[in-house]
């Protein structure tokens, strides 16, 4: 679901991962959000250019921004 959730992982790198399509990956976060958090992550992904692997631009070949998994400031 987090996979899902990131704007930037192209869904067919989650079905490289866990063998679910994205019509599978649609169907579990149907199944665990709730109604208005699933319509809009739906609006969100809906012909997003990065979550489709062939509308990416040429050379991205990352799924993640490069902030995304550094460690937050303790000070928050």
Same mark, same amino acid.
């Given at each position: 679901m987090e996979m899902a959730w990131e704007d930037r992982t192209p869904f067919e790198a989650i079905e490289t991962l866990y063998g679910l399509p994205e019509k599978e990956v649609i169907k579990l976060m149907r199944q665990n959000l709730k109604h208005k958090?699933?319509?809009n992550w739906r609006a969100r992904v809906s012909g997003r250019k990065t979550k489709h692997k062939t509308?990416? $631009?040429?050379?991205?070949?990352?799924?993640?921004? $490069?902030?995304?998994y550094k460690p937050q400031s303790a000070n928050k």
């Open positions: 958090t699933f319509k509308l990416r $631009p040429a050379g991205v070949e990352r799924g993640y921004c $490069p902030s995304q």
